[in-house]
């Protein structure tokens, strides 16, 4: 495969033809693929390094910020490329709290002070302490992250916060799936064990083993287990999807690019879809390459608002 035409792909500037060669070379062998994601990286790296300093603080993040001294965290765009970004110094009162509000379209990633890795999705907010209290570790969710827990030798209990449950922990791994303006609530277990309490009910709560996933659904906490977990892969800079159904993936592309898409072709909206893309690819080269599967027309009335025809 030509670079050229993987570079027209990469840049959102290819036919519907040359995107239809891309895909088919790409599933035809692994090796191809791997030559892809290269060309990608290599292609990123390019476009990363072309970057004024000015235009670079523009593009990266926009941070919610509430620091009590400075702390540097790891940004991930979209294919994995990191770069250093060191958060504003300020002081509160009493509880020094660093508040971290994560920009449409971006990922971030962050070490805590007693060494737990957080990843936080797109329009996440996360709130955690410059350091943990003794005997105590608790941080405060709105969105979805993903936990890599660090067990402390003295049992030292891991909460965190959400506005429906709460979540306790001592060395696991997880992700927690909370935004507030869906009322939704899931997390799925990876590795150890979590105990959840329904905040409307303190005096039940369970317990949630490895592969198993445990949602709020009319008021009470179900368990079942994870059918794909490809779905936690948004900590790398993907979002897969597989047997999805249109309007449910639409559902997960508005939230994650903080747009509003309205669906009038009806006949779509129950068409389910596989598909595997990086969050930096952009909605645009995104719903372009599900177009090629399915027949609709795509019409883009602002920034933030599309309509699918």
């Excluded at 693929?33 to 004024?52: G, H, M, P, V, W």
């Excluded at 508040?99 to 990843?119: E, H």
């Excluded at 003794?134 to 003295?154: D, T, Y």
Aim: glycine share 4%.
């Amino acid at each position: 495969m030509e670079r050229e035409k993987l570079y027209k792909v990469f840049k959102g500037t290819f036919s519907t033809s040359e995107l239809r060669e891309v895909r088919r070379w790409t599933e035809e062998h692994p090796d191809n693929t791997e030559r892809y994601i290269k060309e990608r990286q290599l292609f990123d790296a390019i476009q990363f390094a072309n970057i004024s300093h000015e235009k670079e603080k523009k593009r990266t993040i926009k941070l919610s910020l509430l620091i009590t001294k400075v702390a540097i965290i790891t940004l991930i765009f979209g294919l994995g490329y990191m770069s250093n970004f060191v958060m504003i110094k300020k002081e509160t009162n009493e509880t020094a709290m660093n508040t971290i509000t994560v920009p449409a379209g971006q990922s971030i990633s962050l070490t805590l002070s007693d060494s737990t890795k957080v990843w936080l999705n797109s329009r996440t907010k996360f709130s955690y302490p410059s350091s943990f209290a003794e005997g105590n570790r608790e941080v405060f969710l709105e969105g979805e992250a993903f936990f890599s827990v660090k067990k402390k030798r003295n049992n030292m209990n891991f909460t965190v916060r959400t506005n429906q449950c709460d979540i306790e922990v001592l060395g696991t791994e997880f992700n927690v799936e909370t935004y507030k303006e869906t009322n939704i609530f899931s997390t799925a277990l990876m590795k150890g064990s979590l105990k959840i309490i329904d905040k409307e009910k303190k005096d039940r709560s369970i317990m949630l083993s490895p592969n198993n996933i445990a949602s709020v659904v009319n008021g009470n906490i179900k368990i079942s287990p994870i059918s794909d977990f490809d779905l936690y892969r948004w900590k790398e800079g993907l979002i897969c999807f597989k047997e999805t159904e249109f309007q449910q993936l639409i559902k997960r592309l508005e939230r994650c690019y903080d747009v509003r898409i309205e669906i009038r072709n009806t006949a779509v909206k129950t068409q389910k879809f596989n598909g595997k893309f990086r969050i930096s690819d952009g909605l645009d080269i995104i719903l372009r390459v599900l177009q090629t599967d399915s027949n609709f027309k795509i019409m883009r009335q602002s920034n933030e608002s599309y309509i699918i025809n």
